[in-house]
């Protein structure tokens, strides 16, 4: 079935530069993504979320890209710290109807470390 | 204001033996849900409910039970524990299923010998 998967499973920076995770879907039916981060130990944290009808939202530190046209979503992570380290999951779900509608797909996740 | 709340944080159990997981929040949250997740597979949807008295399966229902007699509970029961039920369980909420953003547990570490 469909999924969402990500590129790279590891991303190692040091601290201070900028992070990119990336991320792509195949259900071209997704309306709405989310980023999620999970340390060692604990459950997945909300970050960001966007919805198909923007490419582009921005919160603390943190930006989400979305192209509808290459079904691609990227996380950006600025100034990336120690505590940033973690793995970061994407997720998505479908439009309203249909029997998926609310529910998110999650993709296996990458490994952000970062460096002092 | 706890958020959503787990219990046990470990458990180990013999093949065969039945328990329940809890999981309580109190955001008054409507859609609760219960996830499993091992290496190399993602997150994957058990279980989950829209409301008090409404429960629905997931993509990986098989060999769990659930109820929602309220709106702060949502218990996972393990019938009869096989090794292939060795995960980490989340349990998550959302104010409603259009909101979509869950705030998640801390989780169960589950063993079955």
């Known amino acids: 079935g469909e999924s969402v998967g990500l590129h790279l499973p590891t991303l190692s920076v040091q601290e201070g530069d900028n992070s990119i995770i990336n991320c792509a879907y195949s259900?071209?039916?997704?309306?709405?993504f989310i980023w999620y981060k999970q340390e060692s130990g604990k459950g997945p944290q909300f970050i960001i979320d966007?919805?198909?009808?923007?490419d582009k939202r921005q919160g603390q530190r943190v930006t989400v890209l979305l192209n509808k046209t290459v079904k691609h979503l990227s996380l950006q992570i600025a100034a990336t710290q120690p505590g940033d380290s973690a793995v970061y999951f994407c997720?998505?779900?479908?439009?309203?109807?249909?029997?998926?509608?609310?529910?998110?797909?999650f993709g296996q996740g990458t490994i952000l470390t970062v460096h002092p | 204001n706890a958020g959503v709340t787990q219990t046990p944080k470990f458990q180990v159990l013999k093949t065969g033996q039945s328990m329940t997981l809890q999981c309580a929040q109190d955001m008054n949250h409507e859609y609760m849900s219960w996830y499993r997740q091992d290496p190399g597979m993602g997150l994957r949807l058990i279980h989950y409910s829209v409301g008090a008295g409404i429960t629905d399966q997931g993509e990986v229902p098989n060999g769990y039970n659930v109820s929602r007699s309220t709106t702060e509970d949502f218990p996972l029961r393990l019938l009869s524990a096989a090794p292939s039920q060795t995960s980490v369980y989340f349990c998550?909420?959302?104010?409603?299923?259009?909101?979509?953003?869950?705030?998640f547990g801390s989780g169960t570490q589950l063993s079955v010998l």
């Open positions: 998550a909420s959302s104010y409603n299923i259009v909101q979509e953003k869950l705030f």
């Open positions: 997720a998505d779900s479908p439009r309203a109807g249909g029997t998926s509608y609310g529910k998110l797909t």
């Open positions: 966007i919805r198909s009808n923007m």
């Open positions: 259900n071209s039916a997704s309306d709405y």
